[in-house]
C-alpha cells in the first residue's frame, strides 16, 4: 500500500485525488492531509479519511480543527513550515501529491523531490518559479516527478518510454518528436466580444465550460494564463524549445494534448475532461487502475473543432510565452503578478483585462539576473507581489 500525503486537500485536485483513493482502497493509505483555512471541509475530510496527520497552514485554523476533530479519531493536528517539511519529507510517505495552488506551493514540493518522494506534480508554479533548480534536484535525489495536469500527463502519455523514464532531459529530436501540442479550451470568453472583456465579473469568469476547477485556476483559463504556464512547465519538464512547444485552442477539451513526430505521426490522448484520470494515471504508473471517469463516448463526442490562439484575445498567454524566452527570472516575475492580479479581480478591485495591464507592467520591469537559490527565487517573488500591488492601486 502506498502511503500518500495530499497537498491542497481541500481542493479541487485534492478531492479528485481522494475519489480515486476511494475507489482503490487496498492500494493507496493517507499519512497526511494538509490544507490551508478551510476548517470545514477538512473536518469532513478527516473523519472520512481517517489520517495520520492533519496539518493547517494557517495556524488559527490548526487551533480550530484540532479543538473540532473528535479525540478518538487521533488524528495528529499541525501548523507551520517546519512541520509541513517534515511531513512530506516522512521516511513512511511514499507519493507526495502536490496540489497546493500558486507559489505557496514551491517550498513544500521542492521538499518533498529533496527527499527523494513519488511526486505527483500538480503545482504547475514549483517548474514556473523554480525550473533548473527544481530539475537539478529531482535528479540528484533520484525523485520520480509525474505531471497531473491533463496537458501534461497527455503528453507524457504520447512520449517514448525512454522520454518517461528521463523527465527534465529528454531528447525530443532523438526520439522523433518535432513539435508538442498542447491543447486548452480557450475558456468562457472565446467567442464573447473583445469590447465586452473589461466587463465580464469574477463569476462569469469562473464559469468554465468544461472543467470544474478553484476560482484562481478558473480566471487563469479565461485569460488563458492557465496556458501560458503549462507552456513554461512543459519546456522544464520535457526539455523543450520555443520551437518545439505549440499552443492550440480546443474548445472540446476531449483531446487534452498531443505529440507530433518528424514522420508526419500525431499521437493525442483522448478522455472526458476529468482531473481524476490524470491523477489516476501519475498513482498507477506505469500500471493502471481504475479512477471513477466514465469511458468516453465517441458516439456523443460530436464535433472536434481547433484554433489559432489569438493573442488580442489572450494576451496573458502572449506574456507568459514571452517571458519563457526571457528566462528564469522573468517567468517567476510574471507568475508572482498574476497571483496578485487575479486575486484583485476576484475582490473586484480591477477590470478583468487589467489583469494583463498588471502582469505586462511587471515583466517589463524585468532586469536580468541569476537565481541561483530558492532564497532568491522567493525573494524575487516577493518583491514582484510588491510592485504588482502598486500597479493594482494605480488601476483601481
Known amino acids: 500500500m502506498q502511503k500518500m500525503v495530499i497537498l491542497g486537500a481541500t481542493g479541487s485536485i485534492g478531492s479528485s485525488t481522494l475519489s480515486v483513493i476511494e475507489s482503490n482502497p487496498q492500494a493507496y493509505g493517507i499519512y497526511a492531509l494538509v490544507a490551508n483555512t478551510n476548517v470545514d471541509k477538512m473536518v469532513s475530510l478527516c473523519e472520512a479519511h481517517r489520517p495520520q496527520v492533519a496539518h493547517m497552514v494557517d495556524s488559527k485554523a490548526a487551533v480550530s480543527l484540532k479543538e473540532r476533530l473528535p479525540s478518538e479519531l487521533g488524528i495528529e493536528v499541525t501548523t507551520g513550515e517546519d512541520q509541513l517539511l517534515d511531513i512530506v519529507s516522512a521516511a513512511c510517505v511514499d507519493t507526495v501529491m502536490a496540489a497546493i495552488v500558486g507559489a505557496a506551493g514551491l517550498v513544500p514540493t521542492l521538499a518533498a523531490v529533496k527527499a527523494g518522494k513519488r511526486v505527483l506534480l500538480a503545482n504547475k508554479e514549483s ?204 517567468t517567476t516575475v510574471v507568475n508572482a503578478a498574476n497571483e496578485i492580479s487575479v486575486q484583485a479581480f476576484l475582490d473586484n478591485r480591477i477590470k478583468f483585462t487589467d489583469i494583463a495591464r498588471v502582469n505586462e507592467a511587471c515583466l517589463s520591469q524585468v532586469a536580468p539576473q541569476t537565481l541561483n537559490s530558492i532564497e532568491d527565487i522567493l525573494t524575487l517573488d516577493l518583491q514582484s507581489r510588491r510592485y504588482a500591488a502598486e500597479w493594482v492601486k494605480k488601476f483601481n
Not at 507524457?156 to 498542447?182: R, T
Request: hydrophobic fraction near 40%; glycine fraction near 6%; charge should be negative.
Open 127 to 330: 517548474l514556473v518559479m523554480s525550473g533548473r533548480l527544481f530539475i537539478e534536484e529531482m535528479q540528484r535525489s533520484g525523485a520520480k516527478v509525474l505531471p497531473v495536469d491533463s496537458e501534461h500527463n497527455a503528453i507524457f502519455q504520447a512520449l517514448p518510454e525512454s522520454m518517461q523514464d528521463n523527465i527534465g532531459y529528454c531528447e525530443l529530436e532523438q526520439a522523433g518528436v518535432s513539435h508538442i501540442l498542447l491543447t486548452g479550451s480557450g475558456g468562457p470568453f472565446l467567442t464573447s466580444e473583445l469590447d465586452s472583456l473589461a466587463a465580464m465579473t469574477p463569476d462569469q469568469a469562473c464559469k468554465h465550460p468544461n472543467w470544474s476547477m478553484g476560482r484562481k485556476i478558473s480566471v487563469d483559463s479565461a485569460t488563458m494564463m492557465n496556458k501560458g504556464l503549462e507552456y513554461i512547465e512543459a519546456r522544464w519538464l520535457f526539455n523543450a524549445t520555443d520551437e518545439q512547444l505549440k499552443v492550440v485552442i480546443h474548445p472540446q477539451s476531449v483531446i487534452h494534448s498531443m505529440v507530433q513526430y518528424l514522420d508526419g505521426s500525431v499521437l493525442a490522448q483522448m478522455g472526458n475532461p476529468d482531473m481524476r484520470t490524470p491523477i489516476a494515471h501519475c498513482m498507477a504508473y506505469p500500471q493502471r487502475i481504475h479512477s471513477g471517469v466514465e469511458p468516453l463516448d465517441f458516439f456523443k463526442v460530436g464535433q472536434l473543432s481547433f484554433l489559432e490562439p489569438d493573442f488580442n484575445r489572450f494576451p496573458c498567454l502572449a506574456l507568459a510565452m514571452e517571458a519563457c524566452k526571457q528566462g528564469q527570472e522573468a
